[in-house]
């Protein structure tokens, strides 16, 4: 009767989690792919109410968030470098207080409102400190924000 009982309870937990993992209702899907035609390989998660696509197109990475009806909330496109940065946020960048510390991160995030924001995340070598730097295109610094002891995504929820 116990190997029953374990028997059924495994069963449940595989179904419940084959039938969550990597899914998006079909409004969501179908809004990403009216935006995204090419898109494959679509690894899909949740964060704080968002539907997020995460997949690969012309060889950098895409995050696209969208809320439960496809609405879409953002893009992010992570750049890998500064080089792939504009020369104005690139210049604004290298006079900054932050020129000298190591570049984790650069993402390009677009919205369907709000201007694109390039954030550029920095770190201290052997120091546990890391900013995220967040610039206009035109190479404005908006704000910095400490991510050192925090989980630092870049969600829908960090712009509103």
């Known amino acids: 009767m116990i190997k029953l009982r374990f028997?059924?309870?495994?069963?449940?937990?595989?179904?419940?989690t084959s039938a969550f993992a990597g899914?998006?209702?079909g409004k969501v899907q179908a809004a990403l792919k009216k935006m995204y035609p090419t898109a494959n390989d679509i690894a899909w998660s949740q964060d704080d109410g968002y539907y997020c696509a995460d997949f690969m197109m012309n060889g950098l990475e895409k995050n696209v968030w969208f809320n439960a009806q496809g609405q879409?909330?953002?893009?992010?496109?992570?750049?890998?470098?500064t080089d792939r940065l504009s020369p104005a946020v690139y210049n604004a960048f290298s006079m900054s207080n932050y020129d000298d510390?190591?570049?984790?991160?650069?993402?390009?995030?677009?919205?369907?409102k709000w201007?694109?924001?390039?954030?550029?995340?920095?770190?201290?070598?052997?120091?546990?400190?890391?900013?995220?730097?967040f610039?206009?295109?035109k190479g404005e610094l908006l704000r910095t924000?400490?991510?050192?002891?925090?989980?630092?995504?870049?969600?829908?929820?960090?712009?509103?």
């Open 7 to 16: 028997g059924v309870l495994i069963a449940i937990l595989i179904t419940a």
């Open 23 to 25: 899914y998006a209702p």
């Open 72 to 81: 879409w909330a953002m893009t992010q496109t992570e750049l890998v470098s």
């Open 101 to 112: 510390w190591e570049v984790l991160d650069v993402t390009y995030v677009e919205f369907p």
């Open 115 to 133: 201007e694109p924001i390039i954030v550029i995340k920095v770190g201290q070598a052997n120091i546990d400190i890391k900013y995220q730097l």
């Open 135 to 137: 610039y206009t295109p």
């Open 145 to 160: 924000r400490n991510v050192s002891n925090m989980y630092d995504i870049l969600g829908p929820g960090t712009f509103l």
